[in-house]
């Protein structure tokens, strides 16, 4: 067991293990035979590769993909473990070479597919040689109740027979205890260990938004994460055909994948994909098994998954590297329509079960629970944290409509009036008390529910329309969409339902607490330099780029900025192999970076923060709000007044970042500037400001809340507490924003 952290440091370059990864572990060196249950980028390669390096003996690895084989032995073997794997993609030669090196006892790990694997020659190719242990990646595909069922695996079950001494491990994410259960039984495994990790993945953040102009929605998240990976699903190939093509009409480099695709063109655009050619790959639920790509940071969903399970599965293979990560899923309730038509009318338990799962996942859509207890209580555990601080509705970026039962009684009322007669956007005009000819001439100006919700613009009452249409309030029926209320609908009316009504457009997406620790302290600049490098070296030896290093590796470079071999090593994620192959390319580029940014600091001293914070503050050219009167005007030794020049923001490095903004807060500059100055995010910033704010103990938040704003908020507050900064954002009608809310609400504790 001692020798398993030593080895993790030296290949991987890792120092610590993740949840369960030890246990996992202990049992393969025991050889206890197990079960592991880890979600999506929990680590579980790590639980049978580091073992191998650690016992005697050919380790054997199932794995159901050839390109996942390929990638996880470019990886292994990147890293200095020698590992290979046999399967079609071979040519004699090559297949020859792998066979000798198992005879003469070369390697630690080898993969091949199930099929191969329970072949005779295989067998008696394994027999040759002595084994350490058995590994079955992707062990559900054995299972006929998980949702990848691969007959083949099935066949498994010889490896018992053959090698009765040798011990069984087998690998997967699907968490359901039958899946788990299956898979010992199906691997005719002895005295199994089950160990099942924690469901949650906090890097991950989640939002459901409403599909209202999905193109726009799609693009924005795009452009948040320029140059970075992602993966855009959509249900139909002809959403993915049109949406590839839209968002390259945009000028984004993207491409498709799905299985109407050539193999060849699907190769081609996996390959562009995994070596960063192209940033986001749209694709069906086909693009995705077998993708090893650690650092995807943005998963969005153009339309609604049937189920769950499904959602977790494609919205996994975000964030593996533990770096933080986006999933945005657009839904509407067309995507419900469409699944339940596909649900299978000749298998009724099949179809219950269908059924209930895609009901699982609209709830989910439109629930007001947060995203991630809701997955992780799905999937059976609990779940600890009152607030993920990763989910548009921990980060309060949707707005509740304060009470949404009168606002649905009136709508329905309405749709009543109208005798269940109208579409939505006739039900909209009389709502609003519309002056339209139309309206008059059939005298729906006479009903008592004409101009109702006339306080409303006619974009809030059609949307709200929508989401009652998807929360089964309301139904839409034949071929002019006619307005029908629902069963659910008429209990809203006594009472007995609620909805969850949405304001519409009011979000804005806010940093998570993942992303702002996963950033403190990179230099972003260095980071773009260092990606740009290891993408060249990652083309010339036609390796996806993370087979060099992963994201987590080069924002530790980023952040760390070592000068030297040694300080090389202590990145994490650098091993032995990869610090004699890279350091040297790695630590030119760094010091070349430190050379032409001169105003770039390694570990700035308190000094130097103090120093920093004593330099005039730029006047901002980005930020609506002014400098403060109180701050001292820059000026030249010869009197006259400058403008700060535009060279680039000295950044500073965690340590004195902190420091160095609250000497700036001292001066009262403006966020804007000081953000520039610490190179850090808006949102950090924010939070330094209350921290300071608290120790300081002001009683007042200006410069940076205006006084005028600060009196409507103590004003709000009369009525609306300071438990809830929603109720007072919505008590303000959304015109203070929550920062400066919060800001204010410092600032009241202290007075
Ligand atoms: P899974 O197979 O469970 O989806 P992987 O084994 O692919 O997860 O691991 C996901 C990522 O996490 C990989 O980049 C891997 O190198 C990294 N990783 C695994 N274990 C550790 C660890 N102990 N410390 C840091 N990173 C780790």
Redesign the pocket.
């Known amino acids: 067991m001692e020798r398993l952290e030593p080895i ?1 440091k030296q290949y ?1 370059g ?1 120092d ?3 949840p369960l ?1 030890r246990e996992a572990m202990e049992c393969v060196l025991s050889g206890h035979d197990s079960v592991v249950v ?9 639980c049978y590769q580091v073992p191998a390096l650690a016992m005697p003996g050919l380790a054997v690895v199932v794995s159901p993909l050839i390109s996942l084989m390929k990638d996880q032995v470019d990886a292994l073997r990147a890293n200095g473990v020698n590992a290979a794997f046999l399967n079609s993609s071979l040519s004699p030669q090559e297949r020859f070479e792998v066979e000798c090196d198992v005879r003469n006892g070369s390697l630690t790990l080898l993969y091949a597919a199930p099929e191969r694997l329970v072949t005779d020659g295989f067998l008696e190719l394994l027999r040759q040689t002595p084994l350490a242990f058995i590994a079955v990646d992707e062990a559900h595909c054995i299972s006929a109740w998980g949702h990848d069922f691969r007959p083949e695996y099935r066949e498994l079950r010889k490896l018992r027979e053959a090698f009765p001494e040798i011990s069984i491990h087998g690998y997967t ?1 699907t968490a359901t205890p039958h899946v788990r259960e299956d898979i010992a039984e199906q691997l005719n495994l002895r005295d199994t260990s089950l160990l099942v990790g924690n469901f949650d993945r906090p890097n991950l953040s989640y939002r459901v938004q409403r599909r209202t102009d999905p193109l726009k929605q799609i693009a924005e998240i795009i452009d948040r994460h320029k140059g970075e990976s992602g993966i855009v699903y959509c249900i139909r190939r002809s959403d993915v055909d049109d949406t590839c093509g839209a968002l390259r009409a945009q000028g984004k480099k993207v491409t498709p994948y799905h299985a109407g695709m050539s193999d060849q063109d699907r190769k081609r655009s996996q390959e562009a994909f995994l070596r960063d050619d192209v940033d986001t790959v749209v694709a069906t639920v086909a693009f995705g098994m077998g993708i ?1 790509k ?1 650092d995807v940071r943005y998963v969005i969903h153009a339309g609604m998954p049937k189920s769950l399970e499904h959602y977790q599965q494609e919205t996994g293979r975000a964030g ?3 770096l933080e990560a986006e999933c945005t899923l657009l839904f509407s309730g067309a995507d419900y329509r469409i699944w339940r038509n596909f649900l299978p009318d000749s298998d009724p338990e099949a179809r219950r079960s269908g059924q209930q799962k895609l009901d699982d996942m609209i709830n989910f859509c439109s629930g007001v629970t947060c995203r991630h207890r809701a997955l992780v209580n799905y999937f059976g555990q609990p779940y600890d944290k009152d607030n993920c601080e990763a989910c548009d509705l921990c980060l309060e970026e949707v707005d509740l409509v304060e009470d949404p039962g009168t606002i649905t009684a009136k709508i329905l009322s309405c749709v009543l009036r109208l005798k269940e007669r109208f579409g939505a956007d006739y039900t909209t005009s009389v709502l609003l008390g519309s002056q339209e000819a139309r309206v008059f001439e059939r005298k729906h100006n006479e009903l008592t529910t004409y101009g109702i919700l006339k306080e409303y613009t006619k974009k809030e009452i059609r949307d709200w329309l929508e989401q009652l249409v998807e929360q089964d309030f309301l139904e839409k029926t034949g071929e002019y969409s006619v307005l029908r209320v629902t069963n659910k609908g008429r209990l809203a009316l006594h009472g007995e339902e609620l909805p969850r009504l949405l304001q519409p457009a009011k979000r804005h997406v806010k940093e998570t607490k993942a992303a702002h620790d996963s950033w403190e302290g990179v230099d972003r600049d260095l980071f773009e330099t260092l990606r740009s490098l290891r993408r060249r070296l990652a083309d010339e030896q036609k390796v996806p780029a ?1 087979v060099v290093f ?1 994201d ?1 590796a080069l924002r530790d470079m980023a952040r760390k900025k070592p000068s030297n071999r040694d300080a090389f090593l202590h990145i ?2 650098v091993g032995k192999k990869k610090c004699a192959d890279y350091a040297t390319v790695f630590l030119k580029a760094i010091a070349q970076h430190m050379q032409t940014n001169p105003g770039d600091t390694r570990e700035v001293t308190e000094e130097e923060a103090e120093e920093i914070a004593a330099r005039p503050a730029p006047r901002s050219r980005l930020g609506s709000r002014p400098i403060p009167k109180r701050f001292p005007q820059a000026a030249r030794e010869d009197g006259e007044e400058y403008d700060a020049p535009e060279a680039k923001p000295v950044r500073v490095a965690l340590r004195s970042a902190k420091d160095a903004a609250f000497a700036l807060f001292a001066q009262g500059a403006s966020l804007e500037d000081i953000c520039r100055q610490t190179g850090r995010a808006a949102f950090t910033v924010g939070k330094y400001l209350e921290e300071y704010l608290e120790i300081e103990q002001r009683s007042s938040p200006e410069p940076w809340v205006a006084e005028a704003v600060f009196e409507k908020v103590l004003d709000a507050v009369q009525t609306a507490g300071t438990e809830r900064l929603r109720t007072i954002y919505d008590s303000l009608q959304g015109e203070v924003s929550y920062d400066d809310i919060r800001l204010c609400l410092a600032c009241l504790k202290n007075a």
């Not at 880890?38 to 790590?46: A, C, D, Q, R, Y």
């Open positions: 993790l991987w890792y610590s293990f993740r990864q880890l979600p999506t980028g929990g680590g579980k390669s790590l994410a090893d650690s593996r590297d533990g993370y992963g987590a994490s994620g």
